[in-house]
């Protein structure tokens, strides 16, 4: 009995359906690509210069924070990464480094790791990284300004920003076609719809996002640009440009359904979605911004805590 | 290993594993040198009042009733004849105390005859004293009813295993009809309690249909087995957090035990070979029926099983069964499998923190709020758990764990915060 083997004892269940989250952070990596390397051809160099330093940084942090905390390293489960690529396609190609690295900086330290890491975090450290810089240093933002330097053979005017000066008139040269096939300047990786959709479509059928925070955010947008658009078909644009122009698709399958700063149960996922859909919509034509995906998310991220009280009764509880 | 499909919106169905109708008999096992048998109770032979009543040298009969103290109701049943080599403590899951009592086999077996006189008219109070050590293991509660106060008004049979992989009741179902058949009559007679159902898969109908108890069929989908589901689904009767099937008045029984005890009180002698799966590094399943107390390393060798350091062997199913530290461990009345994992292939848990990602959410039969759960469980915070987040609702069926993204333990947590719990409500009840 002395010198017996030693065996593994650990506690049921003994099996595991072998998802990971480096499995799960890799999916999505790999359906931002489509939306990301039509950027990047869009762009050239400078966006790739963006998207690359974007990443490392983030990683880069990441590891910092994990040295300085005496913690695990953790960047290997391609969280870190997916918040640097997240982070990048929201990024004109014209951003300067020093842009990028803060902006990465805050996302991955503040956004993520001051709240524990992954899972902890109460918003979207992508999103956390953005606003703060968008506060803070407004002109990089200005999507006509920062591109004025490219000529991609389609009209260079930022779509949101037009409708924000010039109503409805402005938007006129944007067909929808135009719109879904990338035909419009914008951020690295926010403007190629198509490549959005296939991407979140992907990420909808291996189980990565939940669908219902997906469709329920592009109903809110839909429905609420609707209403506006019939209330005064001048001023506000109809819903297919709202659908798909800006942050809306990028928000809507890569930020909004970040795991950890949205709710899990069916109907706080519809509440979730669709208050972000209506937010967005109600930013971008009676706020100030030009695009109001990126806080209206963090809003309803805010809210996901109190949404996702209202869950299924449990068996055999008690009331 | 399940592994999670590529497709990954749609739910997994984990199906339990259906017999074959035209299995071959279980392969018996021949007996071993050595046998040990776990008694349900302390070895303190030093403090306690009461005289001990087993010592080494003592030679025992198969089929022979084994009480470790005078006047204790606790006992094991010999599966084995020969003398008892050593009566050791042996601690269990969740620091339960057993005593081990081995008895080296003797050449010639001889068969205790005590039962025997009794069987012949079957009564309430020779079931407690002789059957609750069968194959199968029987529930207290089965052989209470009537002198405690929960009052059982319904036995289910299980005609189907707890667990996935295992066929032990299946078998018992198919094999062993007659036996079944007058185990349900004799239960019938000792506990007066008319309303018998058997739940059974639907290829086991026909089997099912000849042992006198009311059939019901049972969905192939885990966790449809578990009691607290088959009580929701087939009984139409939820069972409130916190509260037990028996206090419902619900009593679960194995097929294989109410076979058992229909074969005892037919042949007069206590069944002593339980029925299990032993499930290689592979995946192969062999059925083979072994007497209790059998060392699980002799079946390892004799079905050419290499066991290596960092290996894992579960008794019990790969969802609810427990892991075993010594291949000397015995198999006991309850051990409906064994299974081999091999070390290389373990999906081992991590302590990475919930992503909130809401896998466990959809597939919880339970409708538990996982996600929040196991985050108060993880801070030690049993008691918010218990009373906001729906810890007792839990049917324990380990779903959670197997999708978990973060490979939590999440089971193991909340049988732990249960464990705590039950210690603090123990401790408060003696105190007050």
């Known amino acids: 009995m002395l010198n017996q083997k030693k065996f593994i004892v650990s506690h049921a269940p003994f099996w595991h359906d072998g998802s990971t989250i480096t499995a799960r952070s890799y999916n999505m990596l790999i359906a931002t690509l489509p939306a990301v390397l039509f950027g990047l051809i869009n762009y050239g160099m400078p966006a790739v210069g963006v998207v690359s330093l974007s990443i490392s940084s983030a990683i880069v942090w990441e590891l910092l924070f994990n040295k300085i905390s005496k913690r695990t390293i953790t960047i290997g489960d391609g969280n870190a990464a997916l918040i640097g690529i997240l982070f990048g396609m929201l990024l004109p190609a014209t951003s300067p480094w020093w842009l990028v690295i803060t902006g990465t900086f805050v996302a991955v330290v503040i956004g993520k790791h001051i709240f524990g890491g992954i899972g902890g975090n109460p918003f979207n450290p992508v999103l956390i990284g953005m606003a703060i810089l968008m506060v803070s240093w407004k002109d990089f933002f200005d999507f006509n300004e920062a591109l004025v330097n490219y000529d991609l053979g389609f009209a260079m005017v930022y779509p949101l920003s037009a409708l924000k000066h010039l109503g409805t008139s402005g938007i006129d040269a944007f067909s929808a076609a135009d719109l879904l096939m990338g035909q419009q300047s914008g951020a690295i990786g926010a403007t190629f719809g198509l490549g959005l959709i296939i991407g979140g479509i992907y990420l909808i059928i291996r189980g990565v996002i939940r669908w219902e925070i997906s469709l329920s955010f592009l109903a809110g947008v839909f429905v609420t640009a609707l209403f506006f658009n019939i209330s005064d078909p001048a001023r506000y644009a109809g819903p297919a440009f709202h659908l798909l122009t800006g942050y809306t698709l990028i928000g809507a399958f890569f930020l909004a359904t970040e795991d950890s700063s949205s709710p899990v149960n069916f109907i706080p996922m519809l509440i979730y979605g669709a208050g972000t859909g209506i937010m967005a919509v109600l930013i971008r034509n009676i706020g100030a911004y030009v695009d109001g995906v990126v806080f209206a998310i963090l809003l309803m991220n805010l809210v996901n805590p109190l949404l996702d009280k209202i869950r299924p009764k449990a068996l055999g509880k008690v009331v | 290993m399940i592994k999670r499909s590529f497709i990954g919106l749609a739910k997994p169905r984990i199906e339990y594993e259906a017999l074959d109708l035209t299995v071959p008999e279980p392969r018996i096992f021949p007996t071993s040198k050595k046998v040990t048998l776990l008694l349900n109770q302390a070895y303190e032979p030093f403090g306690k009042k009461n005289a001990v009543l087993l010592k080494k040298g003592d030679t025992v009969k198969t089929g022979q009733k084994l009480s470790l103290y005078e006047g204790s109701d606790v006992y094991v049943i010999s599966s084995v004849t020969g003398s008892i080599s050593s009566i050791s403590p042996f601690l269990g899951e969740f620091g339960r105390s057993y005593t081990a009592i081995a008895i080296d086999v003797a050449e010639d077996e001889e068969m205790d005859e005590q039962f025997k006189a009794l069987s012949v008219e079957p009564t309430m109070d020779i079931a407690k004293e002789y059957l609750s050590f069968i194959p199968g293991n029987p529930p207290a509660s089965l052989f209470s009813s009537g002198d405690t106060s929960p009052s059982i008004d319904t036995i289910v049979i299980c005609g189907v295993d707890c667990d996935l992989l295992i066929t032990a009741n299946q078998h018992a179902l198919l094999s062993d009809e007659k036996a079944i058949a007058k185990g349900v009559g004799i239960l019938k007679h000792i506990t007066g309690i008319e309303n018998i159902i058997m739940a059974a898969p639907e290829h086991l109908m026909q089997n099912a249909g000849v042992s006198g108890a009311q059939v019901r069929v049972v969905d192939a989908e885990y966790p449809a087995t578990l009691p607290r589901m088959i009580m929701q689904d087939i009984l139409g009767k939820t069972v409130p957090a916190g509260k037990t099937c028996e206090e419902m008045g619900v009593c679960f029984v194995s097929a294989e035990a109410v076979a058992a005890i229909g074969m005892a009180f037919d042949q007069g002698y206590i069944p002593r070979y339980k029925k299990l799966n032993l499930i290689k590094k592979d995946g192969d399943s062999v059925m083979i029926s072994a007497r209790i107390g059998t060392p699980v390393h002799e079946i390892f060798s004799a079905y050419d099983v290499t066991i290596n350091e960092k290996d894992r062997i579960i008794l019990g199913g790969p969802m609810t069964g427990s892991s075993i530290y010594s291949e000397h461990h015995p198999i006991q009345p309850d051990t409906s499998a064994i299974i081999v994992q091999d070390g290389r292939d373990l999906a081992l848990v991590s302590d990475y923190p919930c992503i909130n990602c809401g896998e466990c959410i959809r597939i919880c039969p339970a ?39 973060s490979r939590m333990p999440i089971l193991h947590y909340i049988k732990l915060a249960k464990y705590e719990l039950g210690r603090i409500s123990t401790a408060e009840a003696t105190n007050a």
């Open chain 2, 367 to 405: 409708k538990i709020p996982v996600n929040m759960l196991v985050r108060f469980l993880e801070a030690g915070k049993y008691e918010e758990a218990a009373e906001e987040y729906d810890l007792y609702s839990c049917v324990e069926c380990g779903l959670c764990s197997f999708v978990c993204v």
